[in-house]
């Protein structure tokens, strides 16, 4: 009962949005107002999104568990039918619902973070502490990619 209570006062005051269109687009907004790339989430068959704007807790609820292979990274990841986070910008924590495949085994990933906006990197940590970075592009989407190459041959 308790866990219920903490829910509903987690959730209090929040933005919900329902409907696939409407979540897919609140969830694109959200990446691009927190400075990550489109493709760093890419959940399915949503059906609802929250984001309570005071503490930053959001969360998006999709139809079922979804699994996808980053070619990027070579990485499977897991995401559970709900994915929760405290999100800043460049920082998702306390993230729940997010596994990776290492090896044999399906490790938790609690926080994603870009730690300088130039150093074109994007790390991942687990609840422990133990953390991997990738390339940025290996998240974004083509369109993303082709501008971000664009604009780097510019510099």
């Not at 998006?60 to 980053?70: D, L, S």
Request: glycine residues 6%; hydrophobic residues 35%.
């Amino acid at each position: 009962m308790s866990s219920i209570k903490a829910r509903e006062d987690e959730r209090a005051g929040a933005e919900i949005v329902c409907g696939a269109e409407e979540c897919y687009r609140h969830s694109i907004q959200l990446l691009e107002e927190l400075g990550f790339p489109k493709g760093v989430l890419p959940l399915q068959d949503l059906e609802e999104c929250g984001r309570v704007r005071e503490t930053g807790f959001v969360w998006m609820k999709q139809r079922a568990p979804y699994e996808h292979f980053f070619e990027g990274t070579n990485t499977r990841v897991s995401y559970a039918a709900e994915v929760t986070a405290y999100v800043e910008k460049f920082k998702m924590k306390k993230m729940t619902g997010v596994k990776s495949k290492q090896m044999f085994l399906w490790v938790p990933i609690s926080e994603m973070s870009i730690e300088d906006a130039s150093s074109n990197k994007i790390h991942f940590k687990t609840p422990m502490g133990i953390g991997k970075s990738f390339p940025i592009t290996a998240f974004m989407t083509d369109d993303e990619k082709h501008k971000y190459l664009d604009m780097k041959a510019n510099e």
